[in-house]
């Protein structure tokens, strides 16, 4: 099974601030995808990356892609508290899973 | 459209019960997958199902067990709770052969 390690764990900043969190791997995927999971609700996808070296952008989160395929980040600017929840990233595995998570970097935007 | 719902919401069962959870998927989505997310151990991929036949199982014991029925809807069963069974269950529809998950709110047992 293909592992996915995401970094920080917790993160807790102050609304306007940058950050950037990732998520790793020892293995290529095919592809990367994002999630953002609130309190109480089912994650929600926000953005799929295919390509090595990829980046996408949805208003203030820039999303990309290594080169090699191993890994990925995802940067906020000026984060507001509508932004804070669980950030998943998720690929297609390998083995007879369609997708593994990683455990996820929770975000809390303080106002 | 409407998302993926599940049903109930919130679950509290005894030690040794048994539960039946349910997923009605997006309109036109075949593919209903099903995770199970705790705190310790993140989101884990249960099984999924398409055309009424479980097409990949995770890691978990023969308590687990699912069925898809005809109009795609989906239920999950776990025999003979345990502690550990705790968690937040998630339902996710797709596409057949996309990889785009659509969640639904979950379920929230509590196994005491």
């Known amino acids: 099974t293909q592992l996915l390690e995401q970094s920080p764990q917790f993160l807790s900043i102050q609304e306007g601030e940058n950050l950037t969190v990732y998520c790793n791997s020892s293995?290529?995927?095919?592809?990367l995808q994002w999630y953002r999971q609130e309190p109480g609700e089912g994650p929600v996808l926000l953005v799929t990356v295919v390509t090595g070296g990829e980046v996408k952008k949805l208003k203030r989160l820039t999303f990309q892609f290594g080169d090699a395929r191993k890994d990925s980040s995802l940067h906020i600017t000026a984060a507001q508290p509508g932004d804070t929840g669980l950030y998943l990233c998720?690929?297609?595995?390998?083995?007879?899973?369609?997708?593994?998570f990683g455990k996820g970097t929770r975000l809390s935007v303080i106002a | 459209k409407a998302g993926v719902t599940q049903t109930p919401r919130y679950l509290i069962k005894t030690r040794g019960q048994q539960v039946t959870l349910s997923c009605s998927p997006i309109?036109?989505?075949?593919?209903v997958s099903w995770y199970q997310q705790t705190p310790g151990q993140g989101l884990q991929f249960l099984f999924e199902?398409?055309?009424?036949?479980?097409?990949n199982k995770g890691n978990f014991p023969g308590r687990f067990s699912g069925r898809q029925f005809s109009n795609s809807r989906s239920e999950m069963n776990v025999s003979t709770l345990e502690l550990g069974d705790s968690a937040l269950y998630l339902c996710a529809s797709s596409l057949v052969g996309h990889l785009e998950q659509y969640f639904g709110p979950g379920t929230r047992l509590t196994v005491t």
């Open positions: 293995s290529v995927f095919s592809s």
């Open positions: 998720a690929g297609p595995n390998s083995g007879n899973t369609p997708l593994v």
């Open positions: 309109s036109g989505h075949r593919s």
């Open positions: 199902y398409f055309s009424e036949t479980q097409r």
